[in-house]
Structure formats: structure tokens, C-alpha cells
């Protein structure tokens, strides 16, 4: 089945800065490629998804990027906020009988001020 | 606010109690879903609900059962836990059963003693 690994498991940036997570992905069937940022107290939120068949996504300040031959992909944040400050969830979906979600094991992201 | 609610936020159980958890959605989606989060674990799957019909049992102990009554409704039936059941237990409903987003309640923190 599907397995995805995420790193790192935190990461601190200045505010200002531009923060990276990376994913990988095992199953090359895997199509859809959400990620998630979820803050204290709360659920995960969908923040960005990308699709197999587009290589590059940005909204605003965020940005993701997938390469399938590796199988990898990755979310970019420029410009790095404190209310940027949270968990975030890499998921890849299974494309099999069900399609169900895997994710990630989480970054958690601190913006210093 | 995600339009998927659930209740209660906090439960703390015996080993021998029965309780239930709730979750409902209005967003008018066809598939309702219950994941276990805990600590440093990606967020683990376990049931999958379309139209109303179970399609995906994440080999989930039996001591954990599933309910939904109708589309807006999930319930998550508990009885005779372990501590290491304790956990963040999220609700999420997406569209379909596929590669749509999924939109997660704020989930219900339980702790067994």
C-alpha cells in the first residue's frame, strides 16, 4: 500500500523567511496530493492540492511542487508569517478499490518574529 | 468554521464505560470519515462512509463501531478502551469517497484511564 514520508518533523524560520517541507510518496498510482495545516485545537484544513498531471501550483504565498518520476513533492511558503506558525500534513491518495487519504507524520513550523 | 461539527470536544472515559462520539456535517457531502491522530503518528484512517454504506474498515478493533444513520450523520460507538486508545479522534466529509477535499471537524480529544 501507500507510505508517506515526511520531513522535516520541525522546523523554525525568521519571519520573512521562505520555509520548505518535503514528501515522498511510494505508490505510483497516487494522483491527488493535498496538503493540510492544522493549528492548535483544531482540525486540518486544506490549504493547497495539486494534481498528477500539473507539476507546479502556487496560491499567494504558497506553492506546491510535485515531481512523479521521483515521487516526490514538496510545499513552499514564502515570506513566512507568524500566523504561519502550525502543524502541516503532506497526503497522497490511493487509487485502488477506495481511494483513502495516507498522510504524512507532520512538520511543525514555528515563525519567530 | 469548516461545516463539519463534532461532539463532545473533550471526553475522559473508564475502561468499562460505553460512550459515543458525534459528528455532523451540512455541506451536503456524501462521504463521512473517522480518523485517530496521536502523537508523533501520521493521522491514521479508520472508517470510510459513502451514501451511507461503510466501504473501507481500516482493520480497526472491534471495540470501535461505527454508525451512520444518514448522510449528515457519523458516530463513533466506544466500549471497553485501552489507554492507548487515547487519542485526537477527527471527523472529516468530503464530496465523494475519492480525490475531493476533505473537511475535518476539530475533532474530540479522549483520554481512557
Known amino acids: 500500500g501507500e507510505n508517506v514520508e515526511q520531513h522535516p518533523s520541525t522546523l523554525s524560520v525568521q519571519e520573512g523567511d521562505s520555509a520548505v517541507i518535503k514528501c515522498t510518496y511510494s505508490d505510483s498510482a497516487s494522483n491527488y496530493f493535498p496538503w493540510y495545516k492544522q493549528e492548535l485545537g483544531k482540525g486540518p484544513q486544506l490549504i493547497i492540492d495539486i494534481r498528477s498531471n500539473v507539476g507546479e501550483k502556487k496560491d499567494q504565498r504558497i506553492a506546491v511542487t510535485l515531481n512523479k518520476t521521483a515521487k516526490h513533492f514538496s510545499l513552499h511558503i514564502t515570506e513566512t508569517q507568524p500566523e504561519d506558525s502550525a502543524v502541516y500534513f503532506c497526503a497522497a491518495i490511493t487509487s485502488y478499490n477506495t481511494d483513502k487519504l495516507i498522510f504524512g507524520t507532520g512538520t511543525r513550523l514555528q515563525v519567530f518574529p | 468554521e469548516t461545516g463539519v461539527t463534532q461532539t463532545p470536544r473533550h471526553l475522559v472515559m473508564g475502561m468499562t464505560n460505553k460512550k459515543s462520539l458525534k459528528c455532523e456535517q451540512h455541506?451536503?457531502?456524501?462521504?463521512m470519515y473517522w480518523y485517530k491522530q496521536s502523537a508523533k503518528k501520521p493521522l491514521e484512517l479508520m472508517f470510510v462512509?459513502?451514501?451511507?454504506?461503510?466501504?473501507e474498515n481500516n482493520s480497526v478493533p472491534s471495540r470501535f463501531s461505527p454508525e451512520c444513520p444518514n448522510s449528515s450523520h457519523l458516530f463513533l460507538h466506544l466500549h471497553t478502551l485501552q489507554p492507548e486508545d487515547s487519542a485526537l479522534y477527527l471527523c472529516a466529509s468530503s464530496m465523494a469517497a475519492g480525490n475531493t477535499e476533505a473537511f475535518f471537524g476539530q475533532g474530540t480529544r479522549l483520554t481512557v484511564v
Open positions: 455541506l451536503g457531502h456524501n462521504a
Open positions: 462512509y459513502s451514501l451511507e454504506e461503510r466501504v
